[in-house]
């Protein structure tokens, strides 16, 4: 079945970075977009960014931009959210999700299971 | 950026009864809304598509409405396993969640 495995939680320090993956499985990993949301305790689940898994097109979230990069690797049908500069207010958990739209509407299905990311000194 | 408001924030329904749960859109987005279901320590899941396309493996109880601004989840007779919380997302980029809402046991 179709399925996004990520990586497990981190705990990291404010100013430095984290890189979460993301392993796509049971389907061609560059038919459909990744992206990548956030949820913070109290917070709406808030959208980051993304990338085309076809031509490795990215698009980023003003909030985010400058601190986030999504990468992927087709030959592990992997992406990665790289987020740095990281302050306590980026404690999180951080999904990956598929998009199988196939247009410019964006919907997700499936989604990770999740990335706990604290930021604490 | 499209901001979504959800109505009401917590719904308290004893199994059986229908849930109306809304979303409503600070401009249109036209059929472009989504809706999901979020289980404590789980990911959310997909329900709904395109305002009205239940997503594979979704039972018929849940269905979906409206266009433009106002969009409607309903469940038409809840089972155990759907007190949860809501979410609608509108799928324009860059897309947006609303706050949910909670479905909890009356």
């Known amino acids: 079945q179709v399925q996004l495995v990520q990586s497990g939680a981190e705990v990291k320090k404010p100013g430095a970075s984290v890189k979460v993956s993301c392993k796509a499985s049971?389907?061609?990993?560059?038919?459909?977009?990744i992206h990548w949301v956030r949820q913070a305790p109290g917070q709406r689940l808030e959208w980051m960014g993304s990338?085309?898994?076809?031509?490795?097109?990215?698009a980023y979230s003003q909030k985010f931009q400058g601190r986030v990069i999504v990468t992927m690797d087709t030959s592990a049908s992997t992406a990665y959210m790289e987020l740095s500069s990281l302050r306590s207010e980026d404690t999180a958990v951080y999904y990956c999700?598929?998009?199988?739209?196939?247009?410019?509407?964006?919907?997700?299905?499936?989604w990770g299971q999740g990335t706990l990311v604290t930021v604490s000194s | 950026e499209i901001v979504l408001t959800q109505s009401p924030a917590t719904l308290s329904l004893s199994p059986g009864e229908r849930a109306t749960l809304s979303c409503r859109a600070s401009q249109s987005v036209s059929s472009h809304l989504a809706w999901y279901q979020q289980k404590p320590g789980q990911a959310p899941r997909l329900l709904i598509y395109?305002?009205?396309n239940r997503a594979t493996g979704i039972p018929a109880r849940f269905s979906g409405s409206g266009s433009g601004t106002d969009f409607t989840l309903t469940i038409s007779s809840l089972e155990p396993e759907d007190f949860a919380v809501y979410y609608c997302q509108q799928c324009d980029r860059p897309v947006t969640f609303g706050p949910g809402t909670k479905v909890d046991i009356k």
């Open positions: 990338i085309n898994t076809g031509n490795g097109y990215t």
């Open positions: 049971g389907y061609s990993f560059t038919h459909y977009g």
């Open positions: 999700l598929r998009d199988p739209s196939g247009s410019p509407f964006d919907w997700f299905d499936p």
């Open positions: 395109d305002t009205s």
